[in-house]
């Protein structure tokens, strides 16, 4: 059965400190891996999506990494600021569209002053 | 339009009772995805449609649900005789294309059913 799997559940740390997400995925097979970023009442925004032969992908202080082999990627997050505040959720794809999505249950991150 | 529109945003209803959602995909977009969002759940695969077939059913959890799309836009899931377990955040997105695996999904803010 595919899944994906993320850690921590939840995260709290002060504004302006980085941190490091993870997620452990059994997709096959696989097509990429996406992280997501989930705003309080609103709908998952997508931050990055790389493909088998991609390391690492960076949208601006987020930076996500990819290692197909050990099937884990990590998004880290750096000079954490207010707004970082949401879940983010890791969506491994098989190949295929949209159905074809396996959802991580997301980390919870807090940023406070 | 510029997103990916849902309505209600929120929708509180009785037990047994049926509910429409709505979703109004960004145009051009061929592709809509419907999943579910129960809390410390991840997103549920419900129903997938390509213009207005629906290739993938597979996610559907009953024969109370159905959804249709018409004109290659708008859709509409309906959940007939709502039951409590129905309860969660069904959440509307729409890509170009349907099976190209790199296809980015916009969601909207979903729909937020609560059954009593």
């Known amino acids: 059965k595919n899944q994906v799997e993320q850690s921590p559940q939840s995260l709290i740390i002060l504004e302006g400190k980085n941190c490091t997400l993870q997620c452990n995925y059994t997709v096959s097979p696989f097509s990429n891996l996406r992280w997501y970023k989930q705003d309080t009442g609103r709908g998952p925004v997508s931050l990055t999506i790389m493909t088998f032969s991609e390391n690492t992908k960076s949208n601006g202080r987020y930076t996500a990494t990819l290692d197909a082999d050990t099937k884990q990627s990590s998004l880290h997050i750096t000079a954490s600021q207010l707004s970082d505040s949401a879940s983010y959720i890791c969506?491994?794809?098989?190949?295929?569209?949209?159905?074809?999505?396996?959802f991580g249950t997301g980390t919870q991150l807090k940023v406070e002053l | 339009g510029a997103g990916v529109s849902q309505s209600p945003s929120n929708k509180v209803t009785e037990k047994g009772k049926d509910v429409e959602l709505r979703c109004d995909p960004i145009?051009?977009?061929?592709?809509l995805y419907w999943y579910r969002q129960s809390l410390g759940q991840g997103l549920e695969f419900l129903i997938y449609f390509q213009g207005n077939s629906a290739p993938d059913k597979s996610g559907l959890p009953s024969d109370r649900f159905s959804a249709e799309r018409t004109g290659g836009s708008v859709s509409t899931l309906t959940i007939q005789r709502t039951q409590q377990e129905d309860s969660a955040v069904y959440l509307c997105a729409s890509s170009l294309g349907g099976q190209s695996g790199a296809n980015v999904l916009t969601f909207g803010a979903g729909s937020r059913l609560t059954v009593l």
């Open positions: 969506v491994v794809s098989s190949t295929g569209g949209g159905n074809k999505l396996t």
């Open positions: 145009s051009g977009h061929t592709a």
